[in-house]
């Protein structure tokens, strides 16, 4: 699973208790307690890491991108 910083871009990927879970930015202790939820909480990891590993799947694939790309190219062309 994932926990990331919710700062930039980051929570547009990554979505607090659905796919990670987000701290605050510059806050060490709320990072701290976001990692041991994970330890305490062994189903919670696994569902979140299951759902990032969906969404990546759906994102990035790689013929995805590569359809998404070319349907921009097309766009841009025309």
Known sequence: ???ASRTGGIPEQIQNKRNGLL???GDSND????????????SL???LGKQ???????????EIIARKTL????????
Do not use: S
């Open 1 to 3: 699973p994932i926990i």
């Open 23 to 25: 701290f605050r930015k």
């Open 31 to 42: 990072l701290a307690e976001n990692i041991m939820k994970l330890i305490d909480n062994h």
């Open 45 to 47: 990891a696994e569902r």
């Open 52 to 62: 990032a590993w969906t969404d990546c799947k759906k994102r990035y694939d790689p």
């Open 71 to 78: 349907d921009f190219y097309k766009k841009v062309i025309d």
